[in-house]
């Protein structure tokens, strides 16, 4: 069975599942953008969900699929950012119980962001790393589910439910350009939108500060590389062993670019002066990567998604500082 025989029914049941829980979010076109490229530009306003981020799909999908005797033995999670804030959020939705474990390392703002959903935040000595290890722990010794940000089949179905929407709201979609991390949300939009437009072209961005899929993609295999500190955070890390988005990223995307932190920058600010709306780096990843292409999509119809909106505001003053 392909990747796309395999993801586009799971995603489409998703779909149905989330309807009741979870917003379609704005589909908004940017002129500015149109103008430099000579292509019709959507943006995908995925900042707009109740987490500020497109990983409550995920999230909400996973534990609704879990069932109520799965969500009831609990749920565990690793997170200093958006999954964290996307499970905490799911759970209190659900009224289920959980834990999130952070790092002691973790920056106090991302931290309350989790909190403010009223889940049990446990910290960790070290590094994130360590806060992912207490949590698998945890949850063998206990009997809860582990809920990785990207690596199960329903986190990725969840995030693919992006396309089904993208499909309904427009007409037309030559290619889709999406920030690219641990890969779920690239390849389960992919996965979907295939199944209806075979000749769409899913683009994964990357950060050059943070390319680990794109690299173990050129390599063959899962690649342990390093990476650098890069205002798309949402992205940056590296993949687990046998991550399932590693084989469905190679199937299903069709090209890849890394940007530079000027470039991420850049378009960050300069969405913001246009669509007014708070956005965060790794959205910016997928406008830098666009426009990247230059006047290659001129004529035809692109997608960006907007992935999240969850900018600390430490970095938002700086980078208003810098602009100034």
Request: proline letters at 5%; glycine letters at 12%; hydrophobic letters at 45%.
């Amino acid at each position: 069975m392909s990747a796309i025989e395999r993801l586009a029914p799971a995603v489409a049941a998703a779909e149905r599942r989330l309807r009741e829980h979870l917003r379609v979010t704005e589909l908004v076109p940017s002129l500015e953008l149109g103008k430099k490229s000579g292509a019709t530009v959507l943006c995908k306003l995925e900042n707009l969900q109740p987490t500020g981020s497109f990983k409550v799909r995920g999230a909400m999908n996973a534990l609704l699929e879990l069932g109520a005797e799965g969500r009831g033995r609990g749920v565990v999670a690793a997170s200093t950012g958006n999954h964290g804030a996307a499970v905490a959020w799911s759970l209190a939705r659900l009224g289920a119980p959980g834990l999130v474990y952070v790092s002691e390392e973790a920056s106090p703002s991302k931290v309350r962001a989790i909190e403010r959903w009223g889940v049990e935040v446990r910290r960790v000595p070290g590094d994130p790393l360590e806060a992912e290890l207490a949590a698998r722990r945890e949850a063998e010794e206990q009997g809860r589910t582990y809920l990785s940000p990207y690596n199960g089949w329903p986190v990725v179905a969840g995030q693919g439910t992006t396309a089904v929407e993208l499909a309904r709201q427009a007409e037309r979609i030559d290619a889709v350009y999406v920030a690219l991390g641990g890969g779920g949300l690239a390849a389960g939009i992919a996965g979907y939108l295939k199944s209806l437009r075979p000749g769409v072209e899913v683009i994964g961005c990357s950060p050059e500060n943070s390319p680990v899929m794109i690299e173990s993609v050129k390599a063959g295999r899962i690649l342990d590389l390093p990476s650098r500190p890069t205002l798309s955070d949402g992205t940056a890390g590296g993949l687990e062993p046998g991550a399932i988005t590693f084989d469905l990223c190679r199937e299903l995307i069709d090209g890849y670019v890394t940007v530079s932190e000027a470039g991420i920058r850049a378009a960050l600010l300069d969405f913001m002066d246009e669509q007014h709306l708070l956005i965060e780096g790794a959205a910016a990843v997928a406008i830098a990567g666009f426009l990247e292409a230059g006047r290659r999509w001129e004529g035809a119809t692109v997608a960006l998604v907007i992935c999240g909106g969850n900018l600390g505001l430490d970095t938002l003053r700086a980078l208003l500082c810098e602009a100034a």
